[in-house]
């Protein structure tokens, strides 16, 4: 059963910068398939449930146009993870930060496997 | 700049009672269109995708419909365990993707 599971830090400096981890496991070789994308979606009580970018095997990357000046996902292939960094943090950025698996193929972009997703709370 | 709006924001109703949720994109969409249910605590868990395609182990009771900019999600019988906030997501185009702010279904 493939799972899906966020690391690093709940606490955060305004104006510092984030850290999270995905690592994936059980996945059967879905990490290294054309047919996934790995992204980043978080969600605060204003805002719902926001994209923040996907990444594939391949290390294409895609990031919402909204964060996309302070966000950096990357992919470590060697140890099943993909990783998202957020830069300038402010108390806007509190969040759920959730990794999930997301499928590739056209018309169907949607997320099929969510790790539990980690609080982050931006404070001095 | 595209948009995913839902309604109602909340609705409250009797186990058995059909609900009714409904999602509009800004722009057309054609079928691609997925609905999450979300629990307090808890990560989305996927519902239906293609706007009418049950996903694996989804109870019957739940369906979708709809193409264009106008989708639906139907609990023909609501049950108490149905009880959760339920989002609609474009599933058109990537880059972006897009949910829409999610309606809160409670049992009376």
């Known amino acids: 059963q493939l799972q899906v599971q966020e690391s690093g830090p709940r606490l955060v400096k305004p104006s510092e910068t984030l850290s999270l981890i995905c690592t994936v496991s059980?996945?059967?070789?879905?990490?290294?398939?054309?047919?996934?994308?790995w992204g980043w979606i978080r969600q605060s009580p204003g805002r719902g449930l926001e994209w923040i970018g996907s990444?594939?095997?391949?290390?294409?990357?895609y990031y919402d146009p909204s964060l996309k000046s302070r966000v950096t996902i990357s992919v470590d292939r060697p140890k099943n993870q993909f990783s998202l960094k957020v830069n300038s943090m402010t108390a806007a950025d509190t969040a759920v930060y959730f990794c999930?698996?997301?499928?590739?193929?056209?018309?169907?972009?949607?997320?099929?496997?969510w790790g539990q997703g980690t609080l982050v709370t931006v404070s001095s | 700049d595209f948009q995913m709006t839902q309604s109602p924001s909340s609705v409250s109703a009797s186990v058995g009672d059909r609900v009714t949720i409904t999602c509009r994109a800004s722009?057309?969409?054609?079928?691609?269109l997925v609905w999450y249910q979300q629990k307090p605590g808890k990560a989305p868990n996927l519902l239906i995708y293609?706007?009418?395609t049950l996903y694996s182990g989804v109870p019957s009771r739940f369906s979708g419909s709809g193409s264009g900019t106008d989708f639906t999600l139907t609990i023909s019988s609501l049950q108490p365990e149905d009880s959760a906030t339920y989002y609609c997501?474009?599933?058109?185009?990537?880059?972006?993707?897009?949910f829409g702010g999610g309606t809160k279904v409670e049992i009376k």
């Open positions: 999930a698996r997301q499928s590739a193929v056209i018309g169907h972009y949607y997320f099929d496997y």
């Open positions: 059980g996945d059967g070789g879905s990490f290294s398939s054309n047919n996934y994308y």
């Open positions: 990444i594939n095997y391949g290390g294409n990357i």
């Open positions: 722009q057309p969409i054609s079928t691609y």
């Open positions: 293609t706007a009418s």
């Open positions: 997501q474009q599933a058109n185009t990537f880059p972006p993707l897009k």
